[in-house]
């Protein structure tokens, strides 16, 4: 019997659609995306190996998903307001490393940078996978991520570097 | 090493962890060599402690409540449907076996119940056939003892003398746990229930040609379905039940 990977998904689920808010940059379109990836998580849990990251198995189908969506359409980005996703920042609460403000800036230029870049840095810097599993997702050789990788942090520095 | 090129890739992937010795010792070495070298090194660091920061979950943006009730419906729905299907895989499992044994085997069987419910192993379907007898005795096997308490239901495992699959958990009434299971080898298969006692024992089987010839429609009930209601199996244990039950077999 397959393993129940409801709870594991549940528990991914904010995760899942941040990851979906970096790829598509709309709330409304992040939230079909997720539903849409866990829909075909739920239909086939059999092709996740036990034993290796559930997250990184759960965000190559919501990036396959992405760029299913992105063929149907045939569009070349989403570009809903853009204003919406500073929703991402939240409230920073009690002990934040950076201020509120510092933080914002740095999600203005992450946002800033073009999807390819993005993408990577989120996965590789925001939600620790390694390059090998990075790669796997994105379906690129290594050495794409890396060069991918070091172009959004140099870019990102530059421009968090009067922050 | 005197030859590393000190690209922004290699001082990303030090200051990441991912780079192997002996490079990243060479890396090492050029960082406390020159200044600048460590302060590219520094910045890479930066820039991931940044991105981190920006997605940490202090700042993860709340799940809208209408997308966790979406998730949640699906969840609700596809595990009905699994739970459904592994019903039918289970009938379907008994139906196979039913075409596998012939109809007096079965009257036997059903004749023999009341001494296996009282708890002595109990073997059927010697059919005077030697593969299938050198089947039977490979139901207590060390391997398969191995498997039994490894493996989830569902999964078949091969070994070097036939196909293992677990079929089902169960718990019975006194809290010891049991488990069917199939052992095929060529055109042979036995069903088996093996207890947790000491190790495990068999504690009954049936064996016999896998043919479709001599299928009788069940009427007089299921051998196996009997035996484990016999010996009130009750419900088979699934998901976390199981793992959590193997997890103490395993202790």
């Not at chain 1, 990036?63 to 980005?77: C, F, P, V």
């Amino acid at each position: 019997m397959p393993t129940a990977i409801g709870q594991e998904l549940v528990a991914l689920l904010p995760r899942l659609r941040r990851f979906a808010l970096v790829l598509c940059r709309s709330p409304s379109l992040a939230d079909d995306l997720v539903q849409g990836a866990c829909e075909r998580a739920l239909a086939n849990p059999d092709s996740w190996t036990p034993g290796t990251r559930f997250d990184a198995w759960m965000f190559r189908i919501l990036r396959n998903h992405w760029i299913d969506h992105l063929r149907r359409t045939k569009a070349e980005g989403m570009a809903e307001d853009i204003t919406t996703h500073t929703q991402l920042i939240g409230d920073p609460g009690e002990g934040p490393i950076l201020s509120r403000l510092v933080l914002s800036e740095v999600q203005r230029a992450i946002d800033s940078l073009p999807l390819d870049q993005r993408e990577v840095l989120v996965l590789v810097c925001g939600e620790d996978l390694t390059y090998r599993e990075a790669a796997d997702i994105l379906h690129v050789p290594i050495g794409t991520v890396m060069s991918r990788l070091a172009r959004a942090r140099r870019r990102l520095v530059e421009l968090t570097a009067a922050a | 090493m005197s030859e590393l090129h000190l690209s922004d890739e290699v001082l990303m992937a030090f200051a990441d962890g991912e780079l192997d010795e002996p490079v990243a010792a060479a890396v090492a070495r050029a960082m406390a060599d020159d200044p600048r070298v460590a302060r590219r090194i520094v910045d890479f660091q930066q820039s991931r402690r940044l991105t981190r920061t920006a997605y940490s979950g202090e700042l993860m943006p709340e799940v809208p409540p209408a997308l966790l009730a979406a998730v949640s419906a699906q969840i609700e729905a596809y595990e009905a449907k699994e739970h459904r299907t592994v019903i039918t895989n289970l009938a379907e499992e008994r139906k196979r076996r039913l075409r596998a044994e012939p109809r007096l085997l079965r009257m036997a069987l059903a004749a023999s119940i009341a001494v296996v419910a009282c708890g002595i192993g109990y073997w059927a379907g010697r059919q005077g056939n030697d593969r299938t007898d050198d089947l039977v005795a490979r139901l207590d096997d060390s391997a398969i003892h191995r498997e039994l308490s490894r493996v989830a239901s569902g999964e078949e495992v091969e070994l070097p003398f036939g196909r293992l699959r677990v079929i089902s958990s169960y718990r019975l009434e006194n809290g010891s746990l049991c488990r069917e299971f199939r052992l095929a080898h060529a055109k042979e298969i036995a069903d088996a229930v093996a207890c947790l006692r000491d190790g495990w024992n068999v504690t009954f089987a049936l064996a016999g040609a896998a043919t479709d010839a001599g299928y009788v429609p069940s009427g007089a009930g299921d051998p196996m379905a009997a035996y484990l209601q016999a010996v009130g199996a009750g419900e088979p244990l699934v998901g976390d039940a199981e793992a959590n039950a193997l997890r103490e077999v395993a202790r």
